[in-house]
């Protein structure tokens, strides 16, 4: 029989860590944006940071579909076989709310800056056609939704660091390893 891998691609490695610097950075400069600074004091800062957060976050969408394309093709190294089926099963269902997040997120954003009448730019190289025309009332849902959803994937994200760092230095198994190394 053949031996489990335990560990994730290389690719999958490479999505992983090069996706977390994105969603991380865009987290924080949206955070900033959003909470730190205002049109009346800082005008022309404030535009071109939120410029800043869409260029760098947009390319999440991009990301996430070659992702969830590796996903299938190259499963997943198995759960270490000391956590419970109840803990394997909180793993699973968090890594899905991942994924989804990373889809809701860009998508939401891109809504969000279309129906304000602005562009969805990607790396300041081109722009995401766009799918929405300015429309007031949908900014006033999908803003919102935007926002919250970005507090909720800032929760969610905090939690699977917190996981990693647990089974690396408490349960000391090989779930963080697998991310990050090979196959002697
Ligand atoms: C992974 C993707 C994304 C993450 C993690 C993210 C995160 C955030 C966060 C944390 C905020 C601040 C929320 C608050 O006010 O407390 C925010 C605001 C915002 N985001 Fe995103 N976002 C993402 C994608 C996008 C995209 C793709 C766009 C548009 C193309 C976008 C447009 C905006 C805008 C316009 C704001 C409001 C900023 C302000 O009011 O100053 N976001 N986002």
Known sequence: MQKKTQY???????LHWIMA?????????????????????????????????KNIATVIIFLVI?????RYTHPAPQLPDAMSPTMKTMAHLGHLVLYLLLLALPITGCIFSWSAG??????????????????????????????????FAGIVVLGHIF??????????DNVLRSMLRQEK
């Open 66 to 70: 070659i992702r969830i394309f590796w």
């Open 21 to 53: 610097i994105i969603f991380i950075s865009a987290w924080l400069i949206g955070f900033y944006s959003g909470n730190f600074l205002s049109y009346d004091t800082d005008g022309s800062l404030k535009g071109t940071i939120i410029t800043l957060h």
């Open 8 to 14: 994730y691609t290389r690719t999958a490695q490479y």
């Open 163 to 172: 996981m990693a760092l647990k089974h690396h230095f408490i349960d000391k």
């Open 118 to 151: 602005h562009p969805a730019p990607v790396l300041y190289l081109f722009e995401i056609p766009r799918l929405v025309q300015d429309n007031p009332d949908l900014l006033d849902i999908i803003k919102p939704i935007h926002i919250y959803l970005s507090w």
